[in-house]
């Protein structure tokens, strides 16, 4: 049975995918909202050939999202929702100690710039967890321990003055369906005035007392996902030898 839409868009509303990468936000998105995306933004050429490749409906710029003008892209429509997925190398702790760049740490700043000039209906970001943590840097161009969040606080005032009402949530997404474990930061921003809600869990560890109930599913795994009959390299076969740290995450 076809859920209805988790936002309804109005027919001259237009949708957006400002940190586009290979698709699969832009296919999720799809699922939940009923039509394609209209707008694809990245700076990546090889990233925008494989969304065109993805999503032939929609319209592709590439782009910096900082030089990239809302104006000009939405040629005056309205805007329903933008996603946004900014790069979060820099703020996960997967990432090991290379340094950082305060470019891409930056790059969450573009929602503002879109919020100032289009106003979106709806703001939708995704990020990891530690994104909650984004603060100064200090005099070692390291994040400082003793401001930690602060931006990320000054980040949402920023939006919540141009009349949006914030939460986020961290989810997983095995508890919705989805082959991983990892958690990830869920923001969204409305400022139509509509209540934000937020799905219900359909799936819980294997050998829960939900599952066992069958008030639940297991979560799946990634090896359902795979064609194992394709070759390729293992990933233990490499000329530079995984991080132990790396190791002890595939385990």
């Not at 920023?158 to 082959?179: F, K, M, N, T, W």
């Amino acid at each position: 049975m076809n859920r209805p839409p988790v936002l309804r868009l109005h027919d001259d509303e237009l949708i957006i995918d400002s940190f586009a990468g290979g698709g699969g936000a832009s296919t999720g998105i799809e699922q939940a909202i009923g039509r394609p995306v209209d707008i694809a933004i990245n700076h990546d050429p090889e990233a925008v050939s494989l969304h065109e490749a993805n999503h032939p409906q929609t319209r592709h710029f590439v782009s910096d999202v900082f030089e990239v003008d809302p104006h000009a892209v939405t040629e005056g429509r309205p805007v329903g929702l933008l996603w946004a997925s900014p790069d979060c190398k820099h703020f996960s702790k997967a990432k090991g100690g290379k340094p950082v760049s305060k470019k891409i740490r930056s790059l969450a700043w573009a929602v503002v710039k879109w919020a100032r000039a289009v106003r979106p209906r709806v703001i939708c970001l995704e990020n990891v967890e530690e994104f909650q943590t984004w603060g100064p840097l200090g005099a070692d161009d390291r994040p400082c321990p003793q401001r930690k969040g602060r931006t990320f606080r000054r980040w949402k005032r920023s939006l919540e003055q141009l009349g949006y009402v914030i939460e986020h949530r961290e989810l997983r997404a095995c508890d919705y369906g989805a082959p991983t474990i990892r958690k990830r930061l869920f923001l969204v921003a409305r400022r139509d005035g509509a209540a934000i809600t937020w799905p219900a869990a359909t799936h819980a560890q294997p050998g829960s007392l939900p599952v066992r109930q069958r008030r639940m599913k297991p979560w799946p795994v990634a090896a359902d996902c795979i064609d194992w009959s394709i070759h390729c390299p293992s990933i233990f076969e490499r000329t530079r030898p995984l991080a132990e740290a790396t190791c002890r995450r595939i385990a």
